[in-house]
């Protein structure tokens, strides 16, 4: 008899064998192959600023994520929430379900924000804080852009303490756009290919972290799932 | 003759000795006593949450501030800015002239904030946001408000970062309640009277700060004013 | 047949019945059960001060975590590190054999700290900058430490991005203790019982992220391991 | 009859005509030229690693410092500190006179530092937990290196916590050496022309903040000096 609370349980089988990228996350089972579901890893796009140059590398790392076989993902825009004046927080969770039932479902998350004055626009985290408890032991990964030189460092650091109060284990691999003005053009092509490498390694180490903790909440007990 | 360049010489006159509190920014002027102006420091209520206990504590600062003859102040509650949907930062700077035009006139700033998730309400950010060049060498003074143990010395620490790119000298005093629900009872009448003399030295230092970035900001040149 | 690839794989076996809190990591093979290799995670003591109050936190949490069957421990020491005075960081790497060992066979780290400044102490950093790689992809939980009322929660927020770009995943759940002069007598003995709890949970996390991520090196690929 | 209380009562007097940077801080007297003391404001150098790039931009900085008439500047070098292994902190403090008396007679105090793993070194963090009291009200300017693209911004802003709660007032103009292997020769020599400006603007702001702040400590009342 075999055991139960094997790793892939909630595959489904197919029975040609898998690419090379996928089968990092598969498991045969009696000679079948199972496939765990993808990752669902929604875009969150962090600034509601007229003429916001954030949505280009935000709309493009969603075009090269909708390239990994491994991966889901659908954009979420701050901008598209009508946020109230006279309230904030989780009390307002339920007016937004959409996004709600997303971090529910998702293994992950990748913010893309510009810095503003070194700290996260209020929009974003006006958003972020909607929710609690769907973020824990999921993953995210940070994406800073600027108009200058540093490319969002400070922003990355600054969210770094908030995500982890939210519960996500935050990636160590960062993606920076500095001068984003020049990184794309007006329709929001990508004019430095080195970024494509760059991506890949942030993508990469995502799926890791995505994949070990989707394991560890459907594997491991603990008093928050 | 007297020599030109005198601090106080923006001062009006008056006749009857002055407060100990007074003194402090008093000079002499041809045996007259004159007085600089006051300084103007308004209190920023950081949360437009519902029932936020925040605004006991920004309520009775405001007190304290008003017993001190050196201070004007005045309350701005990030629950009144209608802020837009889809806008951000100083492209609104005019939509919101009071407060534009108090940052323009304060010598130094008051922000009263609970933390939310390790950092600071995105309300906050995005009132905060929409000036720069108003708040460039004046004072600012962080009060961190919790439900919990810790007195939001969290948002303290991420407050800082972003204060200083406003150009704002932050004081190294703060404020700090924690366990708010027990400070104040529901009308917001102080429980604690340990706060008084903590509220004491918070403004001491703000006035100190404020006092001296004052005489720097007419009396040092810079490219910034 | 039973498939291959099972998370156990690396584990001994044994026939007597798991206590509750093994079973966590335990999965059964062909009726025998396996027990996972324990965890390994070492203290961290992080200051060298004479007369350091952080001493007693850290022994009373090693004794904590020797009471649990899934957690090898041991005690690390900043101040037995004889740092050289004229260089710093990986090169002196093999000179401090033992604490690399120790890292590279680690699942995670625990680190105890007062907190000096709003940072850490430059001892335990300077410790930590021994090494990087050694320490990608397992798991850090951190214990703060304070003479005042705040338990050390702002070198907790420094710690976080520093610990995260040596390729730690920090859990969220930390330990603080404030006024620690009262919450330990002079010969270490823990005088407020709360703190049995504080640590359970703040223990549990970390097993949890240990075991998660233990779980990812072995079985996620990475250019990282 | 003159009022007492100027602020430039500390001052000896000269009578040639002062230069244009000078006369920023000087107030006339009785017709002759009163010349304040010029601003004491050493720098640290913040890292004992073999081999350390940040030597010159250190050495360079102090070569731009010791062109402008107001600045007096000397180099410290954290390497040059003998800390012990078995104590830390305050202290220590009169086992290092020259540091203690130099930031006791100091206006403000540069910090040259890399950035190793997001955080400051060790070492430098060391060196400054040896003082308090010495520090306050005075200003720092804050100097990032790196050998990546992101110029240590992220050593800064994890060096702005500490420093302010050293009673530090840190300026808003940070320098920042990106890449400093290819922007200066072996030798030391300034390979990009484009740092002249911006060590001017730093050494600008730098000088405005410590030429207030010692207005303030001589003039306006506090309980720290």
Redesign the interface.
């Known amino acids: ?7 892939a349980s909630r595959g489904r089988t197919r029975r040609s064998a898998p690419t090379a990228t996928v089968l ?2 598969e ?4 000679g079948e192959w199972t496939v765990m579901d993808k990752l669902f890893l929604p875009v969150l796009l962090g ?4 003429n916001r140059n954030s949505v280009h590398p935000a709309r493009w790392l969603i075009g090269q994520m909708q390239q990994r076989a491994e991966i889901e993902t659908r954009l979420f825009d701050v ?1 598209e ?3 109230p ?5 989780q ?1 307002l969770k339920d007016q937004f379900p959409e996004w709600r039932d997303a971090i529910i479902r998702a293994d992950g998350l990748v913010i893309v924000t510009p810095e ?14 909607l929710l ?1 408890r769907e973020y824990v ?1 999921k993953a995210v990964a940070l994406v800073g852009v600027s108009a200058g ?3 969002g ?2 922003v990355i ?2 969210m ?3 995500v ?4 996500l ?2 990636t ?1 691999s960062d993606l ?1 756009f ?1 001068k984003v003005q020049n990184t794309f053009d007006a329709e929001g092509k990508l004019l430095d290919p080195a970024f494509e490498k760059r991506a890949k ?1 942030f993508l ?2 995502l799926v ?2 995505a ?3 989707k ?2 909440r459907e ?5 928050f799932h």
Chains 1, 2, 3, 4 share one sequence.
């Not at 008899?1 to 790793?7: I, Q, T």
């Not at 004046?85 to 927080?89: A, I, L, P, V």
């Not at 594997?219 to 008093?223: A, F, L, R, T």
């Open positions: 008899m075999c055991p139960p609370g094997r790793v990092m996350r498991i045969s089972n009696n600034t509601n600023r007229q901008g929430f009508a946020l004046q006279h309230d904030y927080g009390a503003y004055n070194h700290g996260y626009p209020g929009t974003l985290k006006a958003v972020l804080d609690l032991h030189p540093w490319g460092t400070r650091e600054a770094v303490h908030m982890r109060e939210l519960g284990a935050v160590f920076n500095p390694d990469d180490e890791w972290m994949t070990t903790l394991w560890g594997n491991v007990p603990s008093k």
